[in-house]
């Protein structure tokens, strides 16, 4: 069973479908609901399979494609019941990996928003060319990283947040993930907007613009925040870079 959030506004042009990072769920993005709904944008928002309050093993997945069957199912469902509703999605960390490979393979949504997305694999990933991840569900590797030593204690204290997740997860995002995304990254052909953080721990922002080129849309704007770490939507600059969000999907609208 996929847990998710809905709150659609009658009248709303758009609708927001969230879909969160690795380790965490849904009701990491509140402050951020409450100002699409003020601005009378709809939205949508799930937990992973295996994250939050949805159901599967805590922490791990079988196959990169069981991600892409739920959200298929969750975008349909909201398709079947709000046809004149424009979809947008936003993808974060992990989640936009899961929200790119999504949009390249179904079209389904109309605009793509894509927060410190992982896209390319780290220099230590190279070692799931070697192991057999997938078999290796029942190994499980406790959450040592964060953009900072205050959000992991904070995540620590999240009942609803994953403390530990298998080597084979960790597998399927690096690899897996990665490879399917890599190849695809030419159909994705619906409106773009990337943001990430020059002072992002976990992801590389310098080559941010070199991937966003390889899309094959022709609609691509990036927005680099100087003062920004992991989290684009969770920080003292949240308001300002949430405005300029919601400016972009009224603008699409």
């Not at 659609?8 to 100002?35: C, M, P, V, W």
């Not at 469902?77 to 999605?89: R, V």
């Not at 205050?150 to 403390?163: G, Q, V």
Request: with cysteine; proline share 3%; charged share 25%.
């Amino acid at each position: 069973m996929t847990a998710y959030y809905s709150e659609y506004i009658n009248g709303s042009k758009t609708g927001l479908i969230i879909i969160h990072g690795l380790a965490e769920h849904k009701g990491r993005y509140e402050d951020f609901i409450k100002q699409l709904l003020k601005n009378n944008i709809s939205v949508f928002a799930i937990d992973l399979r295996g994250h939050g309050e949805s159901s599967g093993q805590r922490g791990d997945i079988k196959d990169f494609s069981n991600y892409l069957t739920d959200l298929h199912y969750f975008v349909s469902y909201i398709k079947e019941k709000y046809p004149n509703l424009k979809l947008a999605i936003f993808g974060h960390s992990f989640g936009g990996q899961i929200a790119s490979a999504y949009v390249s393979t179904y079209n389904k949504v109309d605009l793509l928003i894509l927060s410190s997305p992982l896209l390319e694999a780290p220099s230590k990933s190279k070692l799931f060319n070697i192991i057999p991840y997938k078999k290796l569900g029942f190994i499980k590797l406790k959450k040592r990283h964060s953009e900072s030593k205050e959000m992991l204690e904070y995540s620590k204290n999240d009942d609803l947040a994953c403390h530990h997740f298998t080597l084979r997860l960790v597998g399927i995002m690096f690899k897996q993930g990665i490879n399917y995304i890599t190849d695809r990254f030419k159909y994705i052909k619906l409106p773009v907007l990337l943001l990430g953080g020059k002072l992002d721990p976990l992801i590389n922002c310098e080559n941010l613009p070199l991937i966003l080129e390889k899309f094959g849309s022709n609609d691509k704007t990036i927005k680099i925040y100087d003062k920004v770490k992991h989290r684009i939507v969770q920080n003292d600059y949240k308001d300002k870079i949430i405005q300029e969000i919601i400016e972009w999907i009224n603008i699409h609208s």
